[in-house]
């Protein structure tokens, strides 16, 4: 499989639930990063990757937990979430200092807290 | 501040009629500028990109964009739209530090009618 590949497309959790997103990417990229995207609401990056070390956290609430076991894989833990969390998680790969080819996404997981 | 700006948050057009959606940049984006497309429930594919040369740069489905340095835009044209063109369009610069990391835009909802 190629490209970035993101584990579920849906989620619908409570808000006492437990739960974890997964991003993997065959690219060979060494960074990734995870992005929220509310409905009318521009892209909000929340967590930069960079050789499997968080670089960049964007005042992100802790009830979310990124993880970067290694360059291929990207976890989102979540707990204890609120409704206004509920939005399309989007996951991405790049080769950290190379423009050339930009970002390279993942399909999303949407997730609905109830 | 760090901007990509699109300035339209909707445009309807009709079917094999022409479109531009805009976008300007900030001086604090470089000149590293790309236009990403995401269908409903996905993530964001690579349209096109400029990194340098040409202003004018061609990309897939047809679509082009021409940099302009003097007005700092790099505005996305096509001749001619598809139904299956309806979709959510993101501009993006890499922001102007060694991070090379990318700014996006709100975006701008291309809605075709038959």
């Known amino acids: 499989e190629t490209g970035v590949t993101q584990t579920p497309r849906h989620l619908v959790m409570g808000m006492t639930n437990k739960k974890s997103l997964k991003c993997e990417q065959h690219?060979?990229?060494?960074?990734m990063y995870w992005y929220k995207q509310s409905a009318k609401k521009p892209l909000e990056l929340m967590f930069v990757?960079?050789?499997?070390?968080?670089?960049e956290n964007n005042s992100v609430p802790s009830r979310f937990s990124p993880e970067c076991p290694n360059s291929s894989h990207l976890f989102l833990h979540l707990h204890t979430l609120q409704p206004e969390d509920s939005a399309l998680y989007l996951c991405?790969?790049?080769?950290?200092?190379?423009?050339?080819?930009?970002?390279?996404f993942g399909s999303g997981t949407r997730l609905t807290v109830v | 501040a760090q901007s990509v700006t699109q300035l339209d948050s909707q445009v309807p057009v009709f079917e094999e009629a022409p479109v531009e959606l805009r976008c300007n940049y900030s001086?604090?984006?470089?000149?590293?500028l790309f236009w990403y497309v995401q269908y409903p429930n996905q993530g964001l594919q690579l349209l096109l990109k400029?990194?340098?040369?040409?202003?004018l740069v061609k990309g897939i489905n047809g679509f082009e964009a021409e940099f302009n340095k003097s007005q700092t835009s790099f505005h996305l044209r096509k001749p001619s739209v598809h139904i299956s063109d309806t979709a959510e369009y993101f501009c993006?610069?890499?922001?102007?530090?060694?991070?090379?990391?990318?700014?996006f835009g709100s975006g701008t909802r291309l809605l075709v009618r038959p």
């Open positions: 990757y960079s050789l499997e070390e968080r670089v």
């Open positions: 001086s604090s984006v470089s000149v590293y």
């Open positions: 400029y990194l340098s040369g040409s202003t």
């Open positions: 993006a610069g890499i922001r102007m530090d060694s991070s090379y990391k990318l700014i």
């Open positions: 991405a790969s790049s080769q950290e200092g190379e423009v050339n080819y930009g970002y390279t």
């Open positions: 690219l060979g990229h060494n960074a």
